[in-house]
Structures are given as C-alpha cells and as structure tokens.
C-alpha cells in the first residue's frame, strides 16, 4: 500500500474525499475554516488581504473528507482566474490539489475560456507547470510571500 510522509496522521492514497461546486452563500463557513487554517495560521496572511471582498460573487470549489471535514478549496472568478486554492496541510500530496485544479480547469473549459491565470507561491510553481500552466511574470511579494503569475492558454 502506497503512503506518504502524511501516513503518520493515519492518512494514505486510499483516502477518499469529495469535491463539489459551491456558492460562499451556503458553505462560508468551510471555505473559511481552510483559508484561515492554511493563509492565515500556516503561512501568516493578514487577515486584511485574506477577506478582500470577492467571495461573494465567486465561484468556489470544495473539497470535503469522507467523514465530512472540509480539507482543501479554491475560487474561480469569472475572468478565468484561480485564487485561494489551499489544501490542508495532513492532505497535502494525496491528490486533493491536483483534483482542485483539475476541476478548475474543466470549470473554464466548460465557459469557453481560453486563457486560466492564477497567482503561484514560488514553491508550487512546478505543481501547476504539471497542469500545463507556465510563469509570465517575474517573482513578486504578496502577502509577504514569493509568487509568480501563471497561465495556461487553451486554443
């Protein structure tokens, strides 16, 4: 059975998790439950840049545990952009983010949009190179933390 460093928190490949669209009208409360825990807690994003008022009208992405717990999500604004895509931290490396991603980018596809961007940490750069995604800005500081824009151009 295949494990990961995660397998100390009980956790293998074998765990199942579902991923669903959602509105922040009906599960703030998840979204935000990940967001604090990874953004705000984990890497010290202030709470000022974290809530910046584009939720409301976003497209989310959700993922929950099989017990229910809410362990990773992103939001798609409507001009193709993919933002605050985090994944807890014991779910990392088990298929949760590329799941996300993926889901973002058949989300765009679906809408006709020919050109995803996002915003990556410097440290997932070769995360989202795998998704077809290639760096177009030269690194910068947000939130005090290295990232460069990305894009995936589908024609």
């Known amino acids: 059975m295949p494990v990961t460093a995660n397998a100390r928190k009980g956790l293998t490949l074998q765990d199942s998790f579902n991923l669903q669209k959602v509105t922040w009208q009906t599960h703030a409360q998840q979204l935000t439950t990940v967001r604090e825990a990874v953004f705000i807690a984990e890497q010290n ?88 995604f290639t760096a177009c800005s030269e690194a910068y500081l947000d939130a005090g933390i290295l990232h460069r824009d990305m894009q995936r151009i589908d024609i």
Request: charged letters at 10%; one cysteine or more; hydrophobic letters at 45%.
């Open 45 to 132: 994003v202030p709470v000022a840049l974290e809530w910046d008022g584009l939720d409301e009208t976003a497209q989310h992405l959700l993922t929950l545990s099989a017990a229910g717990e809410p362990i990773g999500c992103a939001r798609l604004l409507g001009d193709g952009s993919v933002g605050r895509m985090a994944v807890m931290q014991p779910w990392r490396g088990l298929g949760v983010g590329s799941a996300l991603l993926n889901a973002a980018i058949t989300y765009y596809q679906q809408l006709g949009v020919h050109v995803i961007t996002l915003s990556a940490q410097v440290h997932a750069i070769g995360f989202y190179e795998k998704f077809g």
